[in-house]
């Protein structure tokens, strides 16, 4: 879970994501899928991008992923797991 939940989440997201000038100005637009693993201490790791959008899109999105603070890692048995 992000620290603070989705309403959190959504904040950090519109006060760190740059639409990027190339794809501004080429007029790309869409929607980046991204996958990734919250490690046992929380941190992000292996961004993988599922969906990509041209024009610099992918990249801002792996930018801004490794901007977030640490997340609340999930729990099996009371350790946490990746």
Excluded at 12 to 32: C, D, M, T, W
Excluded at 47 to 74: F, H, Q, Y
């Amino acid at each position: 879970m992000y620290p603070g939940g989705n309403e959190m989440l959504n904040e950090f997201l519109s006060a760190n994501i740059q639409y990027p000038e190339s794809a501004r100005e080429q007029h790309i637009e869409g929607k980046v899928v991204a996958q990734f693993v919250i490690n046992i201490d929380g941190k992000i790791s292996d961004i993988k991008i599922l969906r990509s959008v041209a024009g610099g899109c992918d990249a801002e999105v792996i930018r801004v992923l490794n901007l977030m603070p640490a997340w609340t890692p999930g729990k099996q048995n009371g350790t946490n797991v990746p």
